[in-house]
């Protein structure tokens, strides 16, 4: 199959991979790999077929118009079964769908032969093919087909349990597998980001196993993992280094895996800074707009989930042996707990004591800081925001307290169902005892003594610890008693300002480091200045 690459930047014709059944593009955050992958993925309208792990466990709803996908496959057969109901959330919970209903339809196909004298063998089905290549991964594992679901036991506990109860690792494990036997004659599989929840000692031998099972693909990768890149034996590596989004044309270069060069390091790892992901998206997020004037140490990546934050950071850290840098993530607080919140920054994920990014931009010290730059008396500034923040409070004390045990009853019923039962009794039996042994009312009460004390005593920073309200910029009226309109035009001062980098900017960065429980401690050196930043 000849593989035409995307335009250049220079100009220079683009070249043709014929022959090629491993493709790696590999190139840094912001580079623009993923639009290069796209571009490649258009050109193949009737034979691109794509995997992402990552979407496949927790992109709930989204699904790919793509022919012939997952998806789309799912979508045919749910609409025409009269077998079982086709009531799947995730692209994982889809490709099981598939894996069952072609099991039922291939032993009923094989019992109606029997039934009129044929003389066959027992059908080799594609579960049967996942099963066994499963399990050479989890020897410990086996997959059984019991009461009509797919169902699994392990070596320490041989009582069967559902695919809620996998780890990320060993459901990935069953995606991939299963999912390429999907895809169809001679396509190009497309795979965001292999290396995600997969350990380094079974990722390599992994793929390998998977390339082998569809010799008439060809396999092209999208990732920042140099390691894995060089781990694919017949494997064409395309370094992308820039993206023309004008021109819609990339500078990029066709490299050796096994001498890759220096500069291919640097790129991906920023130029040695460490990365800091964040929520939200590059073009429409608050988050990528101030946390890079923020935090100005660290390359920061919006990745729009908090899951994928938490996911992408302990990722990320687990090849520190390989990079050595020390990269975070960032997290809203929303409704989480102390406990979770501790959890989190364990996993060096920063947590700020706000609930939301737009908290954040009320902090006393950044409506101080702007209310100074607009020559505003920032002590009546502060004044009427805080008894506005207060009395919206106020106003929405209880529902603000039942969203909050809304949250927490949520976490503490995943954690106590989160385990394996003998029999529907023992289930049904645990979850009488749910509600008192939970006791929402309980906490309920204790959040609305607490939240009562917080409005009583005007404890401003508390209180933006726990309100989630988005209309708090606007209601609040802070852009006009800082001189200003809208809230858009408060939000865009704030960034003006620490892109000015003067005395405010300075103010501004404290408090939101403050915020943040983190401390800028800057030591000079002999070879020039370095910042360390300190948790």
């Not at 093919?129 to 050479?136: F, G, I, L, N, P």
């Not at 064409?236 to 990339?250: K, L, T």
Request: proline share 3%; net charge negative; glycine share 6%.
């Amino acid at each position: 199959m000849n593989i035409i690459l995307p335009k250049r930047i220079d100009g220079a014709k683009p070249e043709v991979l014929s022959g090629a059944r491993q493709i790696t593009v590999i190139g840094a955050n912001g580079a623009g790999k993923t639009r290069f992958t796209a571009s490649l993925i258009n050109s193949f309208p009737h034979k691109a077929f794509t995997l992402s792990a990552l979407k496949a466990l927790f992109s709930e709803g989204v699904r790919s118009k793509l022919e012939g996908s997952i998806d789309m496959l799912y979508e045919e057969r749910a609409s025409s079964s009269h077998i079982i109901k086709g009531d799947a959330s995730s692209e994982f919970d889809r490709l099981l769908f598939l894996l069952l209903h072609d099991e039922f339809v291939d032993m009923l196909a094989y019992k109606a032969k029997l039934l009129s004298g044929e003389k066959t063998g027992m059908p080799a089905t594609k579960l049967d093919d996942v099963a066994r290549r499963w399990e050479e991964v989890f020897p410990q594992n086996r997959i059984l087909r019991f009461g009509g679901k797919i169902l699994f036991t392990s070596e320490n506990d041989d009582k069967p349990y559902s695919s809620l109860m996998l780890s990320n690792g060993e459901k990935t494990v069953l995606y991939y597998i299963g999912a390429v036997l999907y895809a169809m004659p001679g396509a190009v599989i497309f795979v965001d980001a292999p290396e995600t929840f997969l350990h380094h000692s079974i990722m390599q031998a992994l793929w390998n196993v998977i390339e082998e099972m569809r010799p008439d693909c060809t396999f092209i990768y999208n990732t920042h993992d140099i390691e894995f890149a060089s781990s694919r034996i017949d494997n064409v590596c395309i370094w992308v280094r820039s993206y023309d989004a004008f021109n819609q044309a990339w500078d990029y270069e066709i490299v050796s895996n096994s001498t890759f060069p220096d500069g291919i390091y640097y790129d991906i790892l920023g130029s040695r800074k460490p990365v800091l992901f964040v929520e939200g998206d590059d073009l429409h997020s608050i988050d990528s707009k101030l946390y890079p004037l923020i935090f100005t140490e660290y390359t920061v990546k919006p990745l729009g989930s908090c899951n994928k934050v938490i996911e992408v950071t302990r990722s990320f850290n687990d090849m520190q042996a390989f990079h050595h840098l020390d990269s975070h993530g960032i997290v809203d607080r929303d409704r989480r707990s102390d406990k979770e919140v501790e959890y989190l920054r364990d996993k060096k994920i920063f947590v700020p004591d706000v609930a939301e990014i737009e908290n954040i931009l009320m902090l006393e010290g950044v409506v101080r800081a702007v209310a100074r730059h607009f020559h505003r008396d920032e002590n009546r500034v502060f004044s009427k925001v805080k008894r506005a923040v207060i009395n919206m409070f106020r106003s929405e004390l209880k529902q603000q307290a039942l969203l909050h045990v809304r949250h927490r009853v949520k976490r503490n019923v995943e954690m106590r169902i989160d385990r394996k039962f003998q029999n529907i009794g023992a289930l049904e039996e645990h979850m009488y005892d749910l509600v008192n042994e939970i006791n929402p009312r309980g906490i309920y009460d204790e959040l609305c003594r607490q939240f009562h004390a917080y409005e009583s005593n005007n404890d401003y920073a508390a209180i933006l610890k726990v309100f989630n309200d988005k209309t708090m910029l606007n209601n609040s009226n802070v852009g006009a008693l800082c001189g200003l309109g809208s809230k858009e035009s408060y939000i865009k001062a704030v960034l003006t300002i620490l892109k000015e980098d003067g005395r405010d900017a300075a103010s501004i960065r404290a408090a939101v480091k403050e915020c943040f429980g983190i401390s800028r401690q800057v030591s000079n050196k002999s070879a020039g200045e370095t910042n360390e930043i300190d948790k």
